[in-house]
């Protein structure tokens, strides 16, 4: 199947939300677990980075404003998204790269990058997309990268109002099942660990770091 003819989770879940996300999160808290996430990856100069799933670019301009010389690269399935993020960092005066693309097809040679950020977007997948998705990150981080993913899951179902409202127990069953640290390990990753776990507005939500 060619890219075109795949679907995706739209950023906001719906296109005509899309001007309400980075609002809505904000106040959600997620803005603060994104840049906890950055501070405890804490890239240095001369590093690649990617954001795989970067939406709006939150994340993507937080790298970029904050950890000066690390190289950005942020990829989305959604065009609209997209072109928001790249407004976005036009307006603050940031560049970083865009790219349009799915998480288990990164069009990226291997070992490309030091670091590969996610955050709040594995739920969204299928499990046979996760399983691509962290295949393909593998593949394309350097031999001593590391991939750190926020989402929702912890060590119990305790995921909060919000994260019930807006997605269904299917989504979130291998985020409160332990099965995120499994898919990393048969993905090729040596060692997996919890880097923080925290309760919030959008239900409890877990940092990960795969080497």
């Known amino acids: 199947m060619s890219d075109a003819a795949r679907s995706y989770v739209p950023a906001a879940g719906h296109d005509w939300l899309l001007p309400f996300y980075d609002p809505l999160l904000r106040l959600l808290g997620a803005h603060a677990i994104r840049e906890a996430m950055v501070e405890d990856a804490d890239p240095k100069p001369g590093m690649c980075v990617l954001d795989v799933g970067c939406g709006t670019g939150s994340l993507v301009a937080e790298l970029v404003q904050h950890r000066p010389g690390v190289e950005v690269t942020g990829l989305d399935p959604d065009p609209l998204a997209l072109a928001r993020a790249r407004r976005k960092l036009d307006v603050a005066g940031l560049e970083a790269r865009f790219d349009e693309g799915f998480a288990d097809d990164l069009p990226y040679a291997d070992a490309s ?65 332990g099965t995120i640290p499994e898919l990393m390990k048969a993905a090729g990753f040596r060692t997996v660990r919890p880097v923080s776990t925290r309760r919030s507005l959008i239900g409890r939500v877990t940092h990960y770091e795969a080497r």
């Open 113 to 177: 990058f030091d670091q590969v950020f996610s955050s709040f977007m594995f739920h969204h997948l299928e499990r046979n997309v996760k399983e691509g998705m962290l295949r393909e990150v593998r593949r394309v981080l350097a031999a001593e990268g590391q991939l750190h993913l926020v989402d929702f899951g912890g060590e119990k179902q305790d995921d909060g109002f919000f994260t019930r409202f807006f997605h269904s127990h299917d989504e979130l069953a291998d985020n409160f099942s």
